[in-house]
């Protein structure tokens, strides 16, 4: 079964500067789906941003954009220009293509300093 | 449009005893999904369903039971409840069109087993 591993469970960036979260998986496909989700304390699940596998392109929504590394398996989240509002658990997910099996890794919970 | 709704919100069952969570969603989705949180180990997939009828195990599937009961509903039950399920419980459905895949989350059910 696939595992997606998150090694900060922790970090923490001064507002309006630059974070990068790590995100790494373990897969034999080639056609997959990742994703991040943000959980702020409220508890909702909000999706950040998602990745084609197929895709070479990183994929960029307004302040966040990924480095998708395939041969290395990577799938680090960048947020540019931090805000309080950021603060949250941030979560990198993975969509197998053969099926609709999804599988989280543990979190890093993002703290945002004024 | 209410999304994906959860009831319960909050439950304390003793041990030994038995509880059906429901969630139900409005959106069209065909596929729905059973999670738990636990603190450091993220969200854990405990079963799925692609679609209406079919059901499958995830990640964490021992000592649940689930029922696609139609395309709208997807339940989650306890038969015999243990402490090792208190846990917080996620529904989710997955928007298939256009290949986004992306999930949409209910609000969550708090489950503390005694």
Redesign the interface.
């Known amino acids: ?1 696939q595992t997606v591993t ?1 090694s900060q ?1 922790e970090m923490s960036v001064q507002e309006a500067e630059t974070v990068t979260l790590s995100c790494t998986y373990d897969t034999s496909e080639s056609d997959y ?1 990742l ?1 991040w ?1 943000k959980q702020p304390p409220s ?3 909000i ?1 950040v941003i ?1 990745q ?1 596998a197929y895709k070479q392109q990183n994929a960029t929504e307004n302040r966040f954009s990924v480095n998708f590394q395939k041969a290395a398996k990577s799938f680090s989240l960048k947020i540019s220009d931090s805000q309080l509002g950021d603060a949250a658990m941030y ?1 990198c ?1 993975y ?1 197998s293509p053969n ?9 890093t919970r993002l703290t945002v300093k004024p | 449009n209410a999304g994906v709704t959860q009831t319960p919100k909050f439950q304390v069952l003793k041990t030994g005893q038995s509880m059906t969570l429901q969630c139900a969603q409005d959106m069209n989705h065909n596929s729905m999904y059973w999670y738990r949180q636990d603190p450091g180990m993220g969200l854990r997939l405990i079963y799925y369903s692609a679609s209406e009828g079919t059901t499958d195990k995830g990640e964490v599937p021992n000592g649940y039971n689930v029922s696609r009961l139609n395309k709208r509903e997807f339940s989650l039950r306890l038969e015999s409840a243990a402490p090792s399920q208190t846990s917080v419980y996620f529904c989710a459905s997955m928007r298939e069109r256009g290949y986004s895949y992306e999930q949409y989350f209910g609000p969550g059910t708090r489950l503390t087993v005694t």
């Open positions: 079964a998150q469970p789906y994703f989700y508890r909702q699940m999706l998602r084609e979560f997910a969509r099926n609709n099996d999804m599988r989280f890794g543990a979190g």
